[in-house]
DNA sequence: CCCACATATCGACGCTTGTCAATGTGACGA
DNA sequence: TCGTCACATTGACAAGCGTCGATATGTGGG
C-alpha cells in the first residue's frame, strides 16, 4: 500500500517553512535511505554495469542474509529509488535517477533548479 | 561524544559502492534528517529572517513539547546541520549550509562538483 | 536574594525497525 | 513430475527512537 505515489519535488528546505504532512512524506523518504544496508544496495546498483545488478550478486557482498537483503531491495523499490525486473527466476535491479534528484532538490538551500 | 566530527564528502554514491564504514556514516547523518519535526525546525531556521532563529519561537509552530524540541535541535547541532549560540538565556540557531550541501554531493548519482 | 523565565537533562513509555531462521512461491532443468 | 534454485514472505526478537512529564541548570530583573 501506499506505493511511493509521492512526489517530494517543489519543495526546497530553505525557500519555505514545512508543514507537518510536507515534512512527514520528505522523512520517510529519507528514513528509507537512511540505513547503511539500503545505501550499499543502492550503491552498487548506481555502479554495476550496464546499471542493472541481479539482487544474487547483492547478497554476501553486503552481509546480510538473503531474506534481509530482499526486504531492503523491496523498501527501496517501494520508494521508488529502484525498479525491479524479473526475467525467470532472477530479480534484476536499476537507480531511478529521478527519484534521488527530488531528494536532493528538496534539501536544496534555494528554489532548486528549473525542475519545477 | 563524537560530535560531528565526520565529513561525509567525497563519496558519490553513484561513483563507487561505498563500503560498510562509508554507509553507517553517511546513514547516520541521513537518520538525523529522516523526521519530521526535525525537518520542519531546519527548514524554519533556514527560512528564518537574518537567518537565525530563537528556540523560544520553535517549540509553538513545530507542535512538540519544549523538551522534544530541544533534543531535536540538540540532534541536528551534533550533526553539524545547525549552529547553537546562547545570548542570554535564549538559544539562537542557524543552519550550516555546507553541511546540507555534503548530504546532497554524497546523494549525486556522478563524481559530484569540484568541491573536492 | 529571590523569583520568573528559557533551555537542557532525566526517566519512562510505546512504537518502529533491522535482523534472522523457517517457510512459501515460482521458474527452470533433468 | 520432481527436485533445485532464486527470491519473497512470515514470525519473532532485541535494539533504537520519538515523545512527554518532571526536574535540573542557568540567566536576568526587581
Known amino acids: 500500500m501506499a506505493t511511493a505515489s509521492n512526489d517530494v519535488?517543489?519543495?526546497?528546505?530553505?525557500?519555505?517553512?514545512?508543514?507537518?504532512?510536507?515534512a512527514t512524506e520528505l522523512a520517510a523518504?529519507?528514513?528509507?535511505?537512511a540505513d547503511p544496508a539500503r545505501l550499499r544496495l543502492l550503491s552498487m546498483v548506481a555502479t554495476?554495469?550496464?546499471?542493472?545488478?541481479c539482487a544474487?550478486?547483492?547478497v554476501e557482498p553486503v552481509g546480510r542474509?538473503?531474506?534481509?537483503?530482499?526486504?531492503?531491495?523491496?523498501?527501496?523499490v517501494e520508494a521508488g529509488l529502484?525498479?525491479?525486473?524479473?526475467r525467470g527466476r532472477w530479480a534484476w535491479y536499476s537507480v531511478v535517477p529521478e527519484r534521488l534528484d527530488a531528494i536532493r532538490d528538496a534539501l536544496a538551500p534555494t528554489g532548486?533548479?528549473?525542475?519545477?
Open 9 to 22: 519535488c517543489c519543495a526546497p528546505l530553505g525557500s519555505a517553512a514545512l508543514d507537518e504532512d510536507q
Open 56 to 58: 544474487c550478486d547483492l
Open 82 to 86: 529502484l525498479r525491479r525486473e524479473k
Open 65 to 76: 542474509s538473503q531474506p534481509t537483503v530482499s526486504h531492503h531491495l523491496s523498501l527501496l
Open 112 to 116: 532548486a533548479g528549473a525542475r519545477c
Open 48 to 53: 554495476a554495469t550496464d546499471g542493472e545488478a
Open 29 to 33: 523518504l529519507l528514513k528509507v535511505l
